[in-house]
């Protein structure tokens, strides 16, 4: 017998977060997120989405045994803005049966209907696209940081109930020390000699500067999102001290126009290469074995790209490729790193897939982001594309 119990209390949340050390028991690739980053989410504190939303989360028992899990919510900034109200479901784990996936879904559907809601969008975050957005369906792989991961039979749970492709995420994978256009690096040249664009990485001294040009990049080049809201000063610096423990200096890249911050090129050292060491809880101890991992492991040779773009007035003059073709030489340099992962690239963001494209980048990883329309007699539309 099946029962849907909401979470609220301790022993709710931690059931919440052991469920999917039973999915993914025999599954060597699965790196368990940390339970601090998912807790964040459900943190009316520590999450600013719940100035302009609201979210709940559930468990479902079979007989008294948990086997699945599922959250909704709302982002009332931007949940009217499309042609149906729509809200959102994630960190959805299940097991391998329809009904128990269908029992989830038709629960967050419920809610979210009660809301006035039409539409919903899964799996999704209660909180920026950069993370826990979209189901892996190709390049089961281990997870980059705060990247889905599940098993493929999630993808059939999802079809099945009616969600459809509302666009996909592609993460591309470049080697370090392959070959780079001809063509970009030209570009990069030719904007470094016209004396009004300049390429540098952070400097730890600094990071407030840095911080306050993230920020005007940052509230510029994302105002195109659906459920974007601009980034204040403290939730900059909030960002940026958080960071800071795992961040590289010469992984963090700004372009400047005449002293103008137009364009920005964040990557990390893959940090899941260590994560998965602590088990999904960075507690004192699990804190402590990370620092050793990072300062004498390494083995891990992967970063990842966190945050890419470009100002729009600023964009189609080259400078896509200037700022990674600037990293790009630093890190070689180094000779301590042996691949990046471009994650998150959305197919509706033909640019930027034809920058990774020239640049080399392979498609690795494929999520997709779907949408489930409450009334299917109603036009379905996918995300629509941007040049």
């Not at 809610?111 to 899964?122: I, N, P, S, V």
């Amino acid at each position: 017998m099946y029962s849907v119990v909401e979470v609220t209390d301790s022993v709710g949340k931690a059931e919440f977060i052991r469920l999917p050390f039973s999915i993914y028991a025999n599954d060597p690739n699965w790196i368990s997120p940390l339970k601090q980053d998912i807790e964040k989410v459900f943190d009316p504190v520590k999450n600013k989405f719940f100035e302009d939303g609201e979210c709940i989360r559930w468990l479902l028992k079979e007989n008294g045994k948990t086997i699945g899990r599922i959250a909704a919510f709302i982002n009332r900034r931007t949940a009217f803005t499309e042609d149906q109200p729509t809200g959102g479901c994630g960190f959805f784990e299940c097991i391998n049966n329809q009904q128990a996936a269908n029992l989830l879904f038709d629960t967050a559907k419920n809610w979210l209907q009660q809301r006035k809601m039409e539409a919903m969008d899964g799996p999704i975050n209660f909180g920026e696209r950069n993370a826990w957005w979209g189901l892996l369906v190709d390049g089961f792989t281990p997870a980059t940081y705060e990247m889905n991961y599940n098993p493929p039979y999630y993808q059939s749970l999802f079809e099945n109930y009616g969600f459809r492709d509302y666009f996909q995420q592609y993460s591309y994978a470049l080697k370090v020390n392959d070959a780079r256009p001809d063509r970009y690096m030209a570009i990069t040249e030719r904007l470094k000699r016209s004396g009004e664009y300049t390429f540098r990485h952070i400097e730890k001294d600094k990071l407030p500067k840095y911080a306050a040009d993230f920020r005007s990049i940052y509230n510029r080049t994302w105002k195109f999102l659906p459920n974007f809201k601009e980034m204040s000063e403290d939730q900059t610096w909030k960002l940026f001290k958080t960071f800071k423990p795992v961040m590289v200096d010469y992984l963090v890249w700004f372009a400047y126009h005449n002293e103008e911050p137009v364009a920005l090129f964040i990557m990390l050292p893959e940090l899941n290469g260590w994560f998965k060491h602590v088990h999904g809880n960075l507690n004192a101890w699990g804190l402590l074995k990370f620092l050793w991992l990072k300062t004498f492991d390494t083995s891990n040779r992967k970063i990842f790209g966190l945050i890419f773009g470009v100002v729009p007035e600023y964009q189609k003059k080259g400078l896509e490729g200037a700022i990674v073709m600037a990293a790009d030489e630093v890190v070689r340099q180094k000779k301590r790193w042996d691949e990046i992962e471009l994650v998150w690239v959305g197919d509706f963001n033909l640019r930027m897939m034809r920058t990774c494209e020239v640049l080399g980048g392979k498609v690795v990883k494929t999520h997709i982001t779907y949408r489930k329309l409450f009334d299917e007699t109603k036009a379905f539309k996918r995300h629509p594309a941007i040049e």
